[in-house]
């Protein structure tokens, strides 16, 4: 199992905007790839700028293959609607996981 962790810094003028696109359009539109199995949305509670807010979204894959076949086919796409969108807005960085086992 693959984890595919997304880390957004998100300004807080456009907060209320941002996740509820994120949990009606964006977050659906990744899942509907058929790559992903499940997606967790945090918020860090820890707030440091008073002017943004963070977030993180993990999303789990079967696999490094099905993974690549996401970021050729559907990546490049959805992350350039998220960035027309919320241009200047934001910070994401991106890093990935091998889940070794489950407790």
Same mark, same amino acid.
């Given at each position: 199992m693959i984890i595919y962790s997304v880390r957004v810094s998100i300004q807080n003028e456009v907060l209320e905007d941002w996740k509820q696109w994120m949990k009606e359009v964006h977050i659906p539109d990744v899942m509907n790839t058929g790559i992903f199995s499940a997606c967790q949305m945090s918020r860090l509670l820890e707030e440091n700028d008073l002017d943004s807010t963070i977030f993180?979204? !993990?999303y789990?894959?079967?696999s490094m293959d099905a993974f690549n076949?996401? !970021?050729?086919?559907f990546a490049p796409q959805l992350q350039k609607d998220h960035t027309e969108r919320y241009q200047g807005k934001y910070e994401a960085s991106r890093s990935f996981y091998h889940l070794e086992s489950n407790f």
């Open positions: 993180n979204m !993990q789990h894959c079967e076949r996401y !970021q050729e086919s």
